[in-house]
């Protein structure tokens, strides 16, 4: 009987099937698109409350202050060239600092530049001193041109500053320090290399290459350096940390004057006076900043995101 039934509604029973077979279809991509609804809707949530926080602040997002932002935006790009106009980056030989091999060229050339200035002016300098950069005395760094260019600037640095201190009659220089640009080179009791490294402050658009002096020099000398230090040309420097001590003052006796004693006869020692061989010296340690302004081009990160 079921098959005489079947027989009698085939077309009943295909159509009962079809509209199943497409009634299933259908659900399951009215439930693959559910997943992409409630993504979207997680979505609109977020951003609804992003923009209620947005209408919230202080000032509001409206047509004015987005007006406004678009301005100051644009002004602070125009003062990120001017900065770079007359900051800029440090002129350094980039042409021809194409591999290592011309870095270590340009390093020894300027080590021997500097040697040469020192011993003219004659400021004592440590025994095979090498400005900061003992490291690549003998070992030429990796080739990798973005760390060239970085160190070609650190040279470029410390030849500014070691000029500024032969300009300015430092009597001795005992170390020049600066942050490692290779972290693979950096060497257990290296004095050459600072602990610190780059800082990269893209909110403020510019980034800090830490350096630190020590030397020895006047009172006088010291007040010179630090304001042509603060004023160098191309160069931005800002002085974090001065520590001063004072030199052990050496003395030496005045000639005693003897004389025989009026009543007596005696032999009478005037007082011995003790003057300073030389004005006292200050040993001087000065961590500071060598600052360059980032690009227009380098944003800094949208906030709130």
Not at 138 to 164: D, G, H, M, W
């Amino acid at each position: 009987m079921n098959t005489r039934w079947l027989r009698q509604n085939t077309l009943l029973v295909g159509f009962i099937a079809a509209f199943l077979i497409v009634l299933a279809v259908v659900g399951w991509l009215l439930w693959g698109q559910y997943d992409i609804w409630q993504a979207t809707q997680t979505e609109l949530t977020d951003k609804l409350s992003r923009l209620e926080q947005l209408q919230n602040n202080d000032p509001s997002l409206t047509e004015d202050n987005v007006a406004i932002a678009g301005e100051n935006e644009k002004r602070l790009q125009e003062t990120q060239q001017q900065l770079q106009q007359k900051i800029g980056r440090v002129k350094i030989p980039l042409s021809t600092i194409t591999n290592n091999i011309e870095f270590t060229k340009h390093l020894r050339g300027t080590i021997n530049h500097l040697e040469a200035k020192t011993t003219a002016a004659k400021i004592s300098i440590p025994k095979d001193f090498k400005f900061g950069f003992r490291l690549y005395a003998t070992v030429a760094p990796r080739n990798n041109q973005e760390r060239l260019e970085r160190l070609a600037i650190q040279v470029s640095v410390v030849q500014k500053l070691t000029e500024l201190m032969i300009e300015n009659k430092v009597e001795q220089i005992e170390s020049i320090r600066r942050v490692a640009i290779e972290p693979s080179t950096v060497i257990a009791g290296d004095d050459d290399i600072l602990a610190d490294s780059i800082s990269i402050h893209l909110q403020e658009h510019y980034e800090a290459m830490p350096f630190e002096l020590q030397f020895l020099c006047s009172a006088d000398a010291l007040q010179k350096l630090l304001n042509q230090i603060a004023a160098a040309d191309k160069f931005f420097f800002v002085t974090r940390l001065v520590t001063i001590e004072q030199e052990a003052i050496q003395k030496k006796p005045e000639t005693t004057d003897v004389t025989p004693g009026a009543d007596t006869g005696t032999m009478e020692t005037a007082p011995v006076i003790v003057t300073p061989d030389r004005p006292p010296r200050l040993r001087v340690k000065a961590r500071l900043d060598f600052i360059e302004i980032l690009p227009p081009n380098k944003r800094p990160p949208a906030r709130n995101r």
